[in-house]
T-cell receptor
Framework: DQQVKQNSPSLSVQEGRISILNCDYT??????FLWYKKYPAEGPTFLIS?????DKNEDGRFTVFLNKSAKHLSLHIVPSQPGDSAVYFC??????????FGKGTSLLVTP | KAGVTQTPRYLIKTRGQQVTLSCSPI?????VSWYQQTPGQGLQFLFE???????NKGNFPGRFSGRQFSNSRSEMNVSTLELGDSALYLC????????????FGPGTRLLVL
């Protein structure tokens, strides 16, 4: 039962433009959400997180938005750079239980 | 500061055997989490340890177990190995919780024949 869904397996964006990666979830008990980035042949890298008490968290070029009523979160990367090309995973957690991951979205930033 | 280290890096086992994987977190980090990565299922959370106590647990059978020592080093054990256990097992450490910046190790590639 996939509780966290990333419905776009891939996304292509031009350098300098905004990349928007989306994630939907079904469990209303999730209270913490995280984004990870993964390059081929490397382990994931933690990117940014957000608590359910907030609706936005920003870190440099990365901003995560949380819409609890829609059970939707998104990661915005502005401006996109070629080095951002990677697979992005969103994840969500209920304290004490599993950290649930989406299947990932492969982002390609073209020059 | 040394990163997260995992040993061994590669392992080949046969069905029915058991295996122990080791993870040494970054010095000062007290939270250690384990993940399984497979092509078919993506990244799946196994468990998280903090101060020698399992604090969060994923949806894996009881054949998967772990522990954390007083120096924060962690081990993961899989008993009665199955072919489907073939995967990359990743360990990550953070200061107090996986809900903050985690640092991943290179992983242990397990092949079950």
């Amino acid at each position: 039962d996939q509780q966290v869904k990333q419905n776009s397996p891939s996304l292509s964006v031009q350098e300098g433009r905004i990349s928007i990666l989306n994630c939907d979830y079904t469990n209303s008990m999730f209270d913490y959400f995280l984004w990870y980035k993964k390059y081929p042949a490397e382990g994931p890298t933690f990117l940014i997180s957000i608590s359910s008490i907030k609706d936005k968290n920003e870190d440099g070029r990365f901003t995560v938005f949380l819409n609890k009523s829609a059970k939707h979160l998104s990661l915005h990367i502005v401006p996109s750079q070629p080095g951002d090309s990677a697979v992005y995973f969103c994840a969500a957690n209920v304290p004490g239980y599993a950290l649930n991951f989406g299947k990932g979205t492969s982002l390609l930033v073209t020059p | 500061k040394a990163g997260v280290t995992q040993t061994p890096r590669y392992l080949i086992k046969t069905r029915g055997q058991q295996v122990t994987l080791s993870c040494s977190p970054i010095s000062g980090h007290r939270s250690v989490s384990w993940y399984q990565q497979t092509p078919g299922q993506g990244l799946q959370f196994l468990f998280e340890y903090f101060s020698e106590t399992q604090r969060n647990k994923g949806n894996f059978p009881g054949r998967f177990s772990g522990r954390q020592f007083s120096n924060s080093r962690s081990e993961m054990n899989v008993s009665t190995l199955e072919l489907g256990d073939s995967a990359l097992y990743l360990c990550a450490s953070s200061l107090t919780s996986f809900r903050e910046t985690q640092y991943f190790g290179p992983g242990t590639r397990l092949l079950v024949l």
